[in-house]
């Protein structure tokens, strides 16, 4: 099972990127998927998060209101728009998904948990800079 994320670059504070996350060798609609990022210099900390169906989602506080995770089954891939992005946005963004699923609930309230997932991609770079 393989994550691929891609859609990194860089850009200036207030501008969008588009992050990708593709799965490769199984059905992505079958997991659930998060995100998380790792600034310069510090941990890894979960950005957002979406349920196996698509209809419940999670934001950390800091990127609320400005990104916008989605998945496309269809296409087997998992969008996190970033819109408004600040340099604070800079860092390495990582896709995962986990092993197993209980239910949604159980998911999402542990899903900025880096211990809850089992597949993880290679990670992108965004860096928000002038």
């Known amino acids: 099972l393989q994550l691929v994320e891609s859609g990194g670059g860089l850009v200036r504070p207030g501008g969008s990127l588009r992050l990708s996350c593709e799965a490769s060798g199984f059905t992505l609609d079958s997991y659930a998927i998060g995100w998380f990022r790792q600034p310069p210099g510090r941990g890894r900390g979960g950005v957002s998060c979406i349920t196996r169906s698509g209809v419940v989602t999670k934001y950390a506080a800091s990127v609320k209101g400005r990104f916008t995770l989605s998945r496309d089954n269809a296409k087997n891939t998992v969008y996190l728009q970033m819109n408004s992005l600040k340099p604070e946005d800079t860092g390495v963004y990582y896709c995962?998904?986990?092993?197993?699923?209980?239910?949604?609930?159980?998911?999402?309230?542990?899903?900025?948990?880096?211990?809850?997932?089992?597949?993880w991609g290679q990670g992108t770079q965004v860096t928000v800079s002038s």
């Open positions: 995962a998904a986990p092993r197993t699923y209980s239910s949604a609930a159980n998911f999402v309230n542990s899903c900025f948990e880096g211990y809850a997932y089992h597949y």
